[in-house]
């Protein structure tokens, strides 16, 4: 299974997560929300860009509880919300905006 | 919600990093039931101490490194990793030989805690011994 994308060709997995995270690029990520029927505005970047640099030290993609935490402690109380998550990803934002990020799977999602 | 009870959870940690996959199974098992607000202790003992030493490098073996997601367990609220004395030393280790792992206090303006204890063979016993639940790998 893959995406394709000017050409190339991107492989992901049977739930839609990149096989190889160094493909992602900007252009790719705008696909994959398309797909989950998301319009990526300044806000979702915020997500999506912070999960990248979570991704990046931390060598995981972050649990829900533990994304809002941390959203809580950089941009403070109002983004650092469920709900605020919610509203931005309606269908689970740590499984949406980690696809979209181009991270696996969080780990802790059941 | 009074009527559910917090267990003691203690995560045995004893084999060496890469080799096989029973630490980064390990780490999985702890990140998964941290969703469960229950008291969660983490031990390192015999080869496992190998398992939180600084500057590991696995470009040579062809297999992840994944030993900074050690320093994501704060964030897990999983704060007490405590590794034994006498097999640190009797692999030629000392504490600053392992990473700098903490914790960050919410209720404490964020204050940055180390989550690491080193114990002796003698203490980490009665530390198991508290415990409800040890899952050992």
Redesign the interface.
């Known amino acids: 299974m893959a995406y394709e994308l000017n050409g190339q060709t991107i492989e992901h997995d049977e739930e839609g997560y990149l096989t190889d995270l160094g493909q992602w690029t900007e252009d790719l990520a705008a696909i994959l929300a398309k797909d989950e029927g998301i319009e990526m505005t300044d806000e979702h970047w915020e997500v999506v860009n912070f999960l990248r640099e979570y991704y990046d030290e931390y060598q995981i993609a972050p649990a829900i509880r533990v994304l809002v935490k941390a959203l809580k402690k950089t941009m403070g109380k109002e983004k650092g919300s469920n709900k605020y998550l919610y509203t931005l990803f309606p269908y689970g934002p740590a499984k949406q905006a980690c696809k979209i990020a181009g991270l696996p799977k969080p780990t802790g999602c059941i | 919600m009074q009527e559910e009870t917090i267990k003691k959870f203690m995560y045995m940690n004893r084999k060496a990093p890469y080799g096989t996959i029973y630490a980064l199974e390990a780490l999985?098992v702890v990140?998964?039931g941290?969703?469960f607000d229950q008291d969660v202790s983490l031990a390192f003992l015999d080869d496992g101490v190998f398992q939180l030493v600084e500057g590991q490098d696995t470009d040579g073996i062809g297999v992840?490194?994944?030993s900074?997601?050690f320093?994501?367990l704060g964030?897990?609220d999983v704060t007490k990793l405590f590794v034994e004395k006498e097999s640190l030393e009797e692999r030629g280790l000392s504490p600053d030989d392992l990473m700098e792992l903490v914790w960050?206090d919410?209720d404490d303006d964020?204050a940055e805690k180390p989550s690491i204890r080193i114990v002796t063979r003698d203490e980490l016993k009665s530390i198991l011994g508290d415990q409800d639940v040890i899952l050992s790998f």
């Open positions: 999985e990140l998964i941290a969703a992840k490194n994944f900074p997601a320093r994501a964030d897990y960050e919410e964020w």
